[in-house]
């Protein structure tokens, strides 16, 4: 079955350090996604990604994150001057179509250390 | 907002056992509706989903969920579980006229003594 990968699987940066977090979607999708999940909380949505433009974001998505899909497979999170409240769990996802009638493949997650 | 609940944090129950795991949402249109399950280490998995049509929808290893709209409930259900069971269950609603995104519930944990 195929997957969403994801680089690194974990990664501890100093705080005020950029992260790039790698996501290779499933070759076919065209939706993508970035959630976050903060140790003992629930997993957050933070953007959707269609067209090579962000469709949707939440208040999470500020100036300090942006997505990049630097060519026709990768598709990247990158966090700039990053803050102890950044650590988390960190999951792209993909899918065909849109949520409404398609399924949204999750990758296995990027644990980030801020410390 | 909309939000999503999950009651039960932690379950523990032996092999065999009955399983239902409860999910409420607060939003009165139409909604899309999953359950993914991770299991130790691994990604989120879909179990099942719910987009229209019979409201009690059958997934994978023998879990079921039945869609009530006047309850704005989508419980889970395995009628006897296995130690393979154990997992974080998460609950995840989309609604249709709000965009893209899943808002998940805070998720259960789930231990199947063997």
């Known amino acids: 079955e195929p997957e969403v990968t994801q680089t690194p699987s974990h990664q501890v940066t100093q705080m005020g350090q950029e992260v790039i977090l790698r996501c290779v979607p499933i070759?076919?999708?065209?939706?993508f996604y970035w959630y976050r999940q903060i140790l003992g909380q629930k997993v957050e949505f933070l953007v959707s990604?269609?067209?090579?433009?962000?469709?949707?974001k939440s208040e999470i998505f500020d100036d300090q994150f942006s997505v990049e899909r630097p060519d026709g497979s990768n598709f990247t999170l990158k966090i700039r001057s990053t803050k102890l409240e950044d650590s988390a769990m960190y999951f792209c996802?993909?899918?065909?179509?849109?949520?409404?009638?398609?399924?949204?493949?999750f990758g296995e997650g990027s644990w980030l250390t801020v410390v | 907002a909309q939000s999503v609940s999950q009651h039960n944090h932690h379950v523990i129950l032996s092999e065999a056992a009955s399983l239902e795991l409860g999910c409420n949402y607060s939003?009165?249109?139409?909604?899309?509706l999953f359950w993914y399950v991770q299991y130790p280490g691994q990604h989120l998995q879909l179990l099942l989903k719910y987009f229209s049509g019979d409201p009690l929808v059958k997934g994978i290893k023998g879990f079921e969920a039945e869609f009530i709209k006047s309850k704005f409930s989508f419980n889970l259900r395995k009628p006897s579980v296995q130690w393979s069971d154990t997992a974080e269950y998460f609950c995840a609603v989309n609604i249709k006229a709000a965009g893209n995104k899943l808002t998940f519930g805070g998720g259960t944990r789930v231990l199947v003594k063997p």
């Open positions: 996802a993909s899918s065909e179509g849109g949520p409404s009638g398609n399924t949204i493949y």
């Open positions: 939003y009165g249109g139409t909604v899309n």
């Open positions: 070759s076919n999708h065209l939706y």
């Open positions: 990604f269609y067209n090579n433009e962000i469709s949707e």
